[in-house]
């Protein structure tokens, strides 16, 4: 057994208020881990908040749970003094945005399965053969002797599905399946996760449609962009919560290795998500530029006019497309 693991699940016997810290920018997995972890930890009694400084896409809303989420302000306000704090599916401080200013005060632990953690916590449980953060949580959970019902079950359960693409992704493997099966067992309901996705917004057609309007490819196809700027997401009555999942369509198409979307969230606020199909490395071109990842999901976020991001990225995934080639095909 991990020894940082065990030392967390000694730490979080012991304290008494936690507060359960997610990443900026957060994806299913992320809002599944943090939702799981602290109503574990309130099943145990202990008082338990949840935090993402960040605005949660409408979505998840669909699991009446996430408004458990408290902004930074409303954690701050409330005057509550944790004594332990737990992070959660974030690789480095700056992905926890404002709550970094709890670290240091408290012992923290950083539970994560991102290659490109930095270990910023007292203590790092990170293990990238998982793949997600929930199934890290799920066990978390197990060793504290949390007591799973079909809500809870469903919840831990959000987050394997999301960060696998529904069980579709090369990171679904056989731990995966197995800590699936578990949480059905426990009452798990598959059918009311596919509901995150079986819920668009017209709007959100026309969205994609302009996305598709601007796609362009280099290196004879084998590289994919396109981007929605600010005044597109307003144009289409949208923000950008709702261009989740587009990056995946671009990454669909036929013969893509690398395919990268451009978010410009806020403007001159770009992010930028890279995703790949069989060898390119996405988290060494998000290092690069400042992010993290994953070999196939990466990202990063950059500040400046789109145009001029947009040329510079596509540049210097370019210089990195050929350099892996040649180690990889070599
Ligand atoms: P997405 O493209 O969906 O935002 O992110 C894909 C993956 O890259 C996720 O695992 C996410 O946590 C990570 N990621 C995205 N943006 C950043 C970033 O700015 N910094 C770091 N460290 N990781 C990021
Ligand atoms: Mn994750």
């Known amino acids: ?49 949840a935090g993402i400084d960040w605005k949660i896409p409408w979505y998840f809303y669909e699991f009446e749970e996430t408004s458990l989420i408290k ?18 599916d974030a690789s480095s401080p700056d992905r926890i945005g404002k709550f970094q200013e709890f670290l240091g005060n408290v012992p923290s632990a950083v539970i994560d399965h991102h290659g490109t953690n930095t270990f910023f916590g007292t203590f790092n449980w990170v293990d990238t053969k998982f793949g997600s953060t929930a199934q890290m949580v799920l066990r978390l959970n197990g060793e504290l002797g949390v007591q799973y019902d079909e809500r809870l079950a469903t919840i831990n359960l959000m987050g394997i599905a999301t960060d696998t693409g529904f069980f579709r992704y090369t990171n679904a493997d056989e731990i995966v399946f197995s800590d699936a099966t578990k949480l059905v067992s426990m009452g798990g309901k598959p059918y ?58 671009l ?29 390119f490395d996405c988290s060494k071109l998000a290092v690069l530029l400042g992010g993290g990842g994953h070999p196939r999901a990466a990202g990063c976020t950059l500040r400046g006019e789109l145009s001029v991001i947009i040329e510079e990225v596509i540049r210097e995934a370019k210089i990195m497309y050929s350099s892996q080639y040649s180690s990889v095909k070599s």
Not at 2 to 16: H, M
């Open 1 to 49: 057994m991990n020894r940082d693991f065990l030392s967390i699940v000694g730490e979080l016997n012991l304290a008494k208020r936690v507060l359960v810290v997610g990443h900026i920018m957060p994806d299913g997995d992320d809002i599944s881990s943090v939702l799981s972890a602290t109503i574990g930890l309130q099943k145990l009694g202990k008082e338990a908040i």
């Open 71 to 88: 902004r930074y302000e409303e954690v701050k306000e409330s005057g509550f003094s944790p004594d332990f704090v737990l992070i959660l």
């Open 192 to 249: 009311l996760i596919s509901r995150l996705f079986e819920n668009k917004r017209i709007e959100q057609f026309k969205l994609l449609s302009t996305m598709i309007e601007h796609l362009r490819t280099e290196n004879d196809g084998k590289i994919v962009y396109s981007y929605l700027s600010k005044n597109d997401y307003e144009k289409n009555n949208c923000t950008e919560d709702d261009s989740g999942g587009f990056v995946g369509e």
């Open 251 to 279: 990454r669909s198409i036929q013969g893509i290795e690398l395919a990268i979307f451009f978010s410009e969230y806020e403007r001159g606020e770009i992010h930028v998500s890279f995703r790949s199909r069989d060898w």
